[in-house]
């Protein structure tokens, strides 16, 4: 039996916002124990190995280049309780300990999300042994990643090099550079194992890449690195049934991170994924089967957002995508992913198979429709769902929450303490789907939704009936 380990700051949403599979977010949480960095790497001279003897010679020449740029990070932060006995509120220390990679010599490091979530004071300390105060520039939980600024740099800092170029094979030797269990920066060497794994239950926007390398908590934000001393992906999460490394790790790659620290070191709050507007199934054995096909490969498109990108580019419902730029795609987070990492405007070329016919056809990535506010919600004063402050459901904010962009519907952004919405059991996140069998999708409807009708919300991916009485 495969056993969850993790801290509740560190649950990802997917699109049931859920996690689907047994993960360890690799992050350990007792800062006082964490040590400083090792200190200089011995000055022997050795070069980056060119072939594979070279390799089996030492790992060193490599580390010396990638290690220096490889930090500890140990986070702080309070948390609120409540006396159990008294009930009396209170507060707690909270920690956390991971590992980040600085990625610009003035300082810009990039880590994981849950490493520094709810965290209040961050302090980063370098393989040399100097120590900076660290605030976030932009935490994006749904990637996972999260970007900091050193405070009080002076002079340039060592920099590893991102190479999202996504040429890595399976087989291919990597080394995983971090802080496990906070014992100090720990180098560990293994292979690829597999490169796009989306159907990993940890985000519903990456494709990772797994790794037998070992990782341990206190790994999350380290770095996983080729044997050019390019940093090729952030080590995020293991697979476990005793929360310590078991062989199978996954890394974010550095298409998604490179993504990331481009919205944040231009100013952004948050990341724009863009779309084609498509959703589909995976092909099966059976319908590559019915469809002529030598094997089960991409996803049938079952809906076709109208006027999207896809729709624009000639895209259509029961086509067979099959890549993008290029690269397969045989699942619906592959396409997200795929199509996720571009900027907003770029032209992808979209594989599909129509009658039996393969061709490319050219769409443009675009922003989500919508906006994603919910501080824009309207609160209802009447009526079943008085004290909710509710929005029309769109593919922008559908999205930023994680859910089907493609769902339609009335979402509740908050519910006032005390309300008749809170009595009656609403909570914020739950979209109102039909009242009456009727679907709902105006903010007059949900106005005017009276008690003792059958309402269906969606909450947590599963769809609920119930009457409000």
Known sequence: MVTLFLDPRMLMKTSTIALAAALALSACSSPSDTKAQEGVFNEAPRRVPGDAAGVKASFAPVVRLAAPAVVNIAAVGVQQVRDPFWGIPGQRQTGSIGSGVIVRADGVVVTNNHVIQGMQQIRVTLNDRREYPARVILADERSDIAVLQLEGVEGRLPVLNLDDQEEQQVGD???????????????????????????????????????????????????????????????????????????????????????????????????????????????????????????????????????????????????????????????????????????????????????????????????????????????????????????????????????????????????????????????????????????????????NVARGSRVVIQRQGRLIPGVIR
Request: zero cysteines; aromatic letters at 4%; proline letters at 5%.
């Open 173 to 447: 030797l990597v080394l995983a550079i971090g802080n496990p269990f906070g014992v100090g920066q720990t180098v560990t060497n293994g292979i690829i194992s597999a490169v796009n794994r989306t159907e990993t239950g940890i985000s519903d926007s990456s494709s990772f890449i797994q790794t037998d390398a070992a990782i341990n908590p206190g790994n999350s934000g380290g770095a996983l690195v080729d044997m050019d001393g390019d940093l090729i992906g952030i080590n995020t999460a293991i697979f476990s049934r005793s929360g310590s490394s078991s062989g199978v790790g996954f890394a974010i790659p550095a298409a998604m991170v490179r993504q990331v620290v481009n919205a944040a070191v231009g100013g952004a709050t948050a990341v724009v994924r863009p779309w084609l507007g498509v959703k589909g199934d995976p092909v099966t054995q059976d319908i590559a089967s019915s469809l002529g096909l030598d094997r089960p490969q991409g996803l049938v498109v079952t809906e076709v957002y109208p006027n999207g990108p896809a729709a624009r580019a000639g895209i259509r419902q029961g086509d067979i995508l099959t890549s993008i730029d290029g690269a397969a795609v045989n699942d619906q987070n592959g396409l997200n992913f795929r199509v996720g990492s571009r900027d907003p405007g770029d032209a992808v070329q979209v594989g599909v198979i129509r009658d039996g016919r393969a061709q490319t056809l050219t769409a443009r990535a675009q922003r989500l429709p919508g906006e994603a506010d919910l501080d824009r919600a309207r609160v209802i004063r009447s009526g079943a769902l008085s004290g909710a402050a509710v929005l029309v459901l769109n593919p922008a904010l559908a999205d930023a929450l994680g859910g089907d962009p493609f769902a339609s519907g009335v979402i509740i952004g908050r519910v006032e303490r005390g309300s008749f919405a809170q009595a009656v059991g609403f909570r914020p996140g739950d979209v109102l789907v039909s009242v009456n069998d009727r679907p709902i999708s105006t903010l007059e409807q949900a106005g």
